[in-house]
């Protein structure tokens, strides 16, 4: 079992910027992906960005230059520092954890940037 537990959501004006920080505890595996989704209201979910152990990352093209996922040296917690901010990036935000068999969310933080 892996829980999530994330921080750093806000208010924030078009422009601005935020870090997101997710610290996970459990069982982790030495194979494991942690990354960032986010859902808006009338939405789906999307993926956001996700960074494997190794260090390799993929975003959804909108974020792209914008956003900057990271994981901590204890491989243990990931950073999305969120600049450039645009009101359409206003969603609820999950932070998730990825093993070859498992999937798991955090509880969300809401990252609301105003126009």
């Known amino acids: 079992q892996v829980q999530l537990v994330e921080s750093g959501g806000g208010l924030v004006q078009a422009g601005g910027s935020l870090r997101l920080s997710c610290t996970a505890s459990g069982r982790i595996a030495s194979d494991n992906a942690m990354g960032w989704y986010r859902q808006a209201p009338g939405k789906q979910r999307e993926l956001v960005a996700d960074?494997?152990?190794?260090?390799?990352?993929n975003y959804v093209d909108s974020v792209k230059g914008r956003f900057t996922i990271s994981r901590g040296s204890a491989k243990n917690t990931v950073y999305l520092q969120m600049n450039s901010l645009k009101p359409e990036d206003t969603a609820v935000f999950y932070c998730?954890?990825?093993?070859?068999?498992?999937?798991?969310w955090g509880q969300g933080t809401q990252v609301t940037v105003s126009s």
């Open positions: 998730t954890y990825r093993s070859a068999k498992y999937m798991y």
């Open positions: 960074i494997t152990v190794s260090g390799r990352t």
